[in-house]
């Protein structure tokens, strides 16, 4: 019987589950108003950029309105505000790891898990 094609979706999917809950676990409470439950896990980078997709020094845990409102809608008092939060050296080097090519497959997607 042959084994399933690796599945780069499903996979994905699974990985983001799982980043999610570490985020918002370590982030009790929204780190930018520290008021609400932190009910989302936001990426401070664009998902899109897999080398810090999965990556939780690139996750910030928040309430709807930090993340979706404020954050979207004035993204560059977010990285100022990044800045501030986790250090110039930290978020330079987070912008740099984010901005390197990484190739996702199943050996890779295994050792994440």
């Not at 409470?29 to 009910?39: D, G, V």
């Not at 899109?48 to 954050?71: A, K, Q």
């Not at 979207?72 to 390197?100: C, M, T």
Request: charged letters at 30%.
């Amino acid at each position: 019987m042959r084994a399933k094609p690796f599945n780069v979706k499903k996979a994905k999917k699974q990985l983001d589950v799982l980043w999610s809950k570490a985020i918002r676990q370590r982030d009790l409470l929204c780190r930018k108003c520290k008021k609400a439950q932190s009910s989302q896990a936001a990426h401070i980078f664009t998902r899109n950029n897999l080398s810090t997709r999965w990556d939780l020094e690139n996750g910030w845990g928040s309430c709807y309105y930090c993340h979706i409102i404020w954050s979207h809608r004035e993204p560059i008092e977010f990285a100022e505000w990044i800045k501030q939060d986790i250090g110039v050296r930290r978020y330079n080097a987070l912008w740099k790891k984010s901005h390197s090519l990484v190739l996702f497959d199943e050996k890779k997607h295994e050792k994440m898990q």
